[in-house]
């Protein structure tokens, strides 16, 4: 079965610092990756996916993640951090085998001081 | 586009009332939606997959008669918690994949329900 690790639960940066999320997935072959953000009592955003080709993703909102395959991880990260990005982070994978069930990984709450 | 709007987004019950959730894709067809459910600080967990026509998925140890879903068009699909109890109290949020982006999960915004 299909797993994601989010290996850090709680993360603070400084405004302006650099962001890196970590993510670790368990899939027998390539999933399709996915973060999604959430804003408090609100729905998923989605930030970006891989799917193939180019191991570094472009997302909205400045965010990009790459993808390797060596590492089963799918890191997400931001040169420059906002305040406006403190949020839940969640990365999830979906079965490449078609639009199947996607597992979310716990979450990383992101906390931005000034 | 792939707007997906959820309804109520917040609602507040008396115990042993029903609670029917809304889920719209408002700019796009979709014949499969999802139904998850979000405790405090925890991750998703998905309840059920809602396909157009025919009946929900369920899943383990989630009550189907508890929670009906109905998917009656490619655009909309229900939950519905029935005689909803304090314990069904959380946050709902549906997803609807686009027919022609099929590993692609649109979300709702979510609905907050609270059992008093």
């Known amino acids: 079965a299909q797993s994601v690790t989010q290996p850090d639960i709680h993360i603070t940066v400084s405004e302006g610092a650099s962001l890196e999320l970590r993510c670790n997935y368990s899939?027998?072959?390539?999933?399709?990756l996915f973060w999604y953000v959430q804003s408090p009592g609100q729905g998923l955003q989605l930030l970006l996916k891989y799917f193939s080709g180019d191991t570094l993703v472009q997302g909205i909102k400045g965010f990009e993640a790459e993808f390797k395959r060596s590492q089963s991880s799918f890191n997400l990260r931001k040169p420059s951090v906002h305040w406006s990005d403190a949020a839940e982070y969640f990365c999830?994978?979906?079965?490449?085998?078609?639009?199947?069930?996607?597992?979310f990984g716990i979450g990383t709450k992101l906390q931005v001081i000034p | 586009g792939a707007v997906v709007s959820q309804h109520p987004s917040r609602v507040i019950c008396k115990s042993g009332t029903s609670v029917k959730i809304e889920c719209r894709s408002l700019?796009?067809?979709?014949?499969?939606m999802f139904w998850y459910r979000q405790f405090p600080k925890q991750s998703l967990m998905l309840m059920a997959t809602s396909n157009e026509g025919s009946k929900a998925t369920y899943e383990q140890g989630v009550e189907k008669d508890k929670f009906l879903i109905n998917h009656a068009s490619l655009t909309l699909s229900t939950l519905t918690v029935t005689s909803a109890h304090p314990e069904d109290s959380s946050f709902y949020i549906c997803s609807a994949v686009h027919t022609l982006a099929k590993n692609i999960q649109y979300f709702g915004a979510g609905t907050r329900l609270s059992v008093l």
């Open positions: 899939y027998g072959a390539t999933p399709y």
């Open positions: 700019d796009f067809q979709a014949t499969t």
């Open positions: 999830a994978v979906v079965n490449s085998g078609g639009y199947q069930k996607v597992t």
